[in-house]
């Protein structure tokens, strides 16, 4: 966004003031400006896609809990990714690894169905509100081309190719690959209705560009055939799409996009292949410099405006929704270290709504249907609270970076035009991150007479740093009376469960009067009563002070029209 000419000043002068890494400094100003008259485009809910590796937590006892709390962000329009549903084993869950036993073979080489894994799953996801992003992933024991050694025993610190089992191999019998899709989706049909299954995502393996497929390019690409030709052979109307590209895909993302428009189908013989949604990943980068840790927002952002380009230059596929199946900081949920020490904090929360702003503003530039972002994020049963693993919840304790997700939850209506003065321009966002001054900017919607304004102070590097004192100016408001304000607030004193365990003195087992403190702290929060705002001559203005990695939601309730 191009600033004002007159707040160039602000914003050189933000920058002098940050060169000082001291939250005890001075705030410095921000002006930020919102144009209610000026709506861009729907605020499309891309937030709410979830997922993770081991999709048998969602049945456990944290695992539904976290589930129900999603769900309640926006029923029945919130959908769950995960790996692992096709693998062979008996539902034990661990890192890395899942299991459902969907399919085995008897002594005659017949396919021997077992739904019942697979059920539990997505019974679990449907009666909380959320609907199963169905990824046909990864190959069942008795199909694999390389069986053994089939289950594998990751933990955090060991090499992460050991994760790569008899699983990533191609199918000894692409047609019984077929036929496991065909029949999965009649099963699901059968058990959940068509009009249900026809609202949701299908999609095949993860990642295929990289350590997840032991094969080549063009035997992903007939994997992908066969599977999506049966899934179509059971339901026409299915929603079908991938590729799921570690990143924008390079080469390999090329040649499916080629394939899928133009190649001969492996499955069917026909030109093409059904292509109703296309996905990729995109992830940040961060390292441990200097005793802290250092996000790479820069990483995430070149991916996805790479993946948008390449989508954009297939007119056959430009309009095509787009789904970033994996969109986070880093690149791996279960793994754990130095540079991975952000996550149960303000930076992860603050890093989330910075990215997700720039989410809708590369899909602008481009000119591309953004419909979701997957937050490969969920939660790892019965490990120690605030373990250091990339999750939503620990122990059934919400972090403040779900936090976040409740302040998405309440924008709705058209997005809004924004300019700020501290906000880091995207070029240089996507070129140099964000290591000189922070970021602190605002995204806005407009739904019926309730005004949302998100506002992020956010920086790559996790070190103190002076507070924004911010000036909020609403303008193009057709309200005369005063509005009603409510304030929620992400910061070391509010929604925020981490610094409430510190200050406990991080137990190790909290009692139950402490397990009940920090299930609280980790709601988000209101900062304050509700206030009033007047409103003269369609212009609102309100002052804010935004401590460094904190995020803000302003909920303005409009009085009637003039």
């Not at 699983?167 to 959940?192: F, N, S």
């Not at 095509?320 to 754990?336: H, L, M, N």
């Not at 966002?429 to 001054?437: A, H, P």
Request: aromatic share 12%; glycine share 10%.
């Amino acid at each position: 966004m191009k600033l004002p000419v007159f707040r160039l000043s602000l914003f050189v002068f933000a920058a002098v003031v940050l060169l000082r890494a001291d939250d005890t400094a001075a705030p410095f100003p921000v002006a930020i400006r919102v144009r209610a008259d000026h709506p861009i485009a729907p605020m499309k809910p891309i937030w709410r896609f979830f997922g993770a590796d081991e999709p048998n937590y969602a049945t456990m006892k944290d695992g539904r809990r976290l589930l129900t709390e999603l769900g309640e962000l926006r029923p029945q329009q919130v959908y769950f990714r995960a790996h692992n549903l096709l693998c062979t084993g008996d539902g034990t869950p661990a890192l890395k690894w899942g299991s459902t036993n969907i399919y085995t073979e008897d002594a005659q080489g017949r396919p021997v169905y077992d739904w019942r894994g697979v059920d539990r799953i997505f019974d679990t996801y449907l009666g909380r509100g959320v609907k199963p992003y169905a990824q046909l992933g990864f190959m069942p024991e008795a199909l694999s081309t390389h069986p053994q050694p089939y289950r594998h025993e990751w933990r955090p610190g060991l090499p992460y190719d050991r994760i790569i089992t008899g699983w990533a191999y191609p199918p000894k019998d692409y047609d019984k690959w077929r036929e496991l899709a065909y029949q999965w989706a009649k099963h699901c049909v059968e058990r959940y209705g068509r009009e249900e299954v026809e609202t949701w995502y299908w999609e095949v393996w993860n990642e295929a560009n990289g350590a997840y497929w032991k094969g080549t390019p063009e035997e992903w690409y007939k994997l992908h055939d066969y599977a999506i030709d049966g899934i179509r052979r059971a339901l026409p109307t299915a929603r079908v799409g991938g590729p799921h590209t570690a990143g924008s895909g390079g080469a390999f993302m090329d040649g499916f996009l080629e394939h899928v428009v133009k190649g001969t189908n492996y499955a069917t013989g026909k030109i093409g292949t059904p292509t109703d949604f296309i996905a990729f990943h995109a992830k940040g980068e961060p390292t441990f410099v200097d005793g802290h840790v250092r996000t790479g927002i820069h990483a995430q952002l070149k991916a996805l405006d790479n993946g948008f380009r390449k989508i954009a230059a297939v007119p056959e596929l430009r309009g095509k929704p787009i789904v970033i199946g994996e969109s986070d900081p880093d690149g791996c949920a279960a793994c754990q270290g130095p540079q991975l020490g952000y996550r149960a904090g303000t930076l992860y929360s603050s890093y989330v709504a910075a990215s997700f702003a720039r989410h809708y503003l590369l899909a602008d530039r481009h000119g591309v249907n953004l419909e979701g972002a997957v937050t490969w994020a969920f939660e790892f049963e019965d490990q120690p609270y605030f373990a250091g693993q990339r999750v939503l919840a620990t122990n059934g304790i919400d972090l403040p970076v779900l936090n976040v997700f409740r302040m998405f939850s309440r924008m709705g209506g058209q997005r809004l035009a924004t300019e700020s003065s501290g906000e880091v321009p995207l070029e240089r966002m996507i070129s140099d991150s964000v290591r000189v001054q922070p970021d602190v900017a605002a995204m806005a919607s407009l739904e019926d007479e309730k005004l949302c304004v998100l506002v992020w102070h956010y920086h790559d590097d996790d070190v103190p740093g002076p507070a924004a004192e911010i000036a909020l100016s609403l303008e193009g408001l057709t309200a005369r009376a005063p509005a009603k304000l409510t304030r929620y607030l992400i910061d070391q004193e509010h929604s925020n469960a981490y610094a409430a365990w510190k200050r406990m003195g991080s137990p190790h087992a909290p009692n139950e009067k402490q397990y009940a403190q920090l299930v609280e702290a980790g709601r988000l929060q209101a900062a304050g009563g509700a206030e009033t705002v007047p409103v003269k001559d369609g212009v609102a203005t309100y002052r804010v002070s935004l401590p460094r990695q904190a995020v803000t939601l302003l909920v303005f309730e409009l009085g009637p029209r003039g």
